[in-house]
């Protein structure tokens, strides 16, 4: 069946506006998911990935020798993406350079800064000393006035046992 | 030959848009990528007005699209060009 030539140029109009909308929303989706619905966050993402694992074939090896330089050197964390290591007084300025702060062998904190909201995350890991097999993961967050190092992540000043939005 | 040039023209600027746009949410906050879907409509909506006009006056020449699409893709390519640093960075 052959349209009249004023509907065929109906028909191709409203297809192409039609595929103009489907692409809009599409884009307004893609943003909505990335924003609303994105995985872990991710200056927090970075920090999880940079915690390292005390245990070497069963046996505890400690936390304080995960500096700066030898989680560079070993690459934690690289299945994320490239991030890069600074020592406990110098500031992350980026949501993948985190400051490393390794306190003892049972305890070990970190902080990044996250892009996103302008807030500095911390994490903190502490272990129990009596049976390090034992321990827990806490949380911070700092407000984007002060310097965002990771010697400000302590057992003192870490302790929210929930990742804060970011 | 036009119509070519107009889908490879909107082509690129929909890639431009979504790189730029992928940049914006990792490195930025959210009301600038709120921005970009605001441009995108824009981008959109001055389409769209260009295809209906030339539709109501009967028009066959499709400069003033391939214009406006051109438009959308320059703007799409500044942003790319200021968000260089970061996608070299990896965001």
Request: charged share 10%.
């Amino acid at each position: 069946m052959r349209l009249p030539h004023a509907s065929q140029g109906l028909v191709a109009v409203s297809t192409i506006v039609g595929a103009l909308v489907v692409f809009g929303a599409f884009g307004t989706a893609f943003v909505v998911q990335r924003l609303y619905f994105h995985g872990p966050p991710y200056a927090e993402s970075a920090l999880q990935v940079s915690v390292p694992s005390p245990w070497t074939s069963g046996q505890f090896t400690g936390m304080d020798h995960f500096t700066a330089d030898e989680l560079t050197r070993i690459h934690q964390g690289a299945q994320w993406g490239p991030i890069s290591y600074v020592s406990s007084d110098v500031p992350s300025v980026r949501p993948d350079m985190v400051s490393v702060n390794a306190i003892d062998p049972y305890t070990w904190g970190a902080a990044a800064f996250s892009w996103r909201t302008h807030r500095c995350y911390l994490i903190l890991l502490a272990l129990d000393a009596t049976n390090p097999m034992y321990g827990a993961t806490f949380y911070g967050e700092l407000s984007g006035n002060g310097q965002c190092i990771g010697a400000t992540a302590t057992r003192a000043t870490v302790t929210g046992a929930q990742e804060p939005l970011e | 030959m036009k119509s070519i040039g107009l889908v490879l023209t909107l082509r690129v600027s929909g890639i431009l848009w979504g790189t730029d746009t992928d940049v914006l949410l990792s490195a930025s906050t959210p009301m600038i990528a709120w921005i970009a879907v605001v441009v995108l409509w824009v981008e959109i909506g001055a389409l769209i007005a260009t295809f209906v006009l030339r539709y109501r006056t009967q028009r066959r020449s499709l400069t003033p699209v391939l214009l406006v699409g051109a438009a959308g893709l320059v703007i799409n390519l500044a942003g790319y060009i200021v968000l260089l640093p970061a996608i070299a960075m990896g965001f």
